[in-house]
Nanobody, 115 residues
């Protein structure tokens, strides 16, 4: 079974930076689409960013200019660089990937931004 393993979350102060990693058990180019969702306390799941095999990337408006999604084929890893973090970015972040006809998910990593 395809496996996605997330890492890189933590506790940072407002204005700080983190880089989340999503390591895949398959070449990331086998995925039609990969990206990141987040779920903040008391809120619904929100798509933050995603990137296709053609490197087309999209972001939710609230993170544009601050977050960057990228991929490293040699490491089978997709990254989410998060700069200028705000308290409202606090959430559990989940990596996903569309492989074949299936959607796979990581276990989630906690990001907490203090004021």
């Amino acid at each position: 079974q395809v496996q996605l393993v997330e890492s890189g979350g933590g506790l940072v102060q407002s204005g700080g930076s983190l880089r989340l990693s999503c390591a895949a058990s398959e070449t990331i180019f086998s995925f039609y689409d990969m990206g990141w969702y987040r779920r903040a306390p008391g809120k619904q799941r929100e798509l933050v960013a995603h990137i296709t095999t053609s490197s087309t990337a999209e972001y939710v408006d609230s993170v544009k200019g601050r977050f960057t999604i990228s991929r490293d084929g040699a490491k089978n890893t997709v990254y989410l660089r998060m700069n200028s973090l705000k308290p409202e970015d606090t959430a559990v972040y989940y990596c996903y990937g569309l492989w074949g006809s299936r959607n796979y998910w990581g276990q989630g990593t906690q990001v907490t931004v203090s004021s």
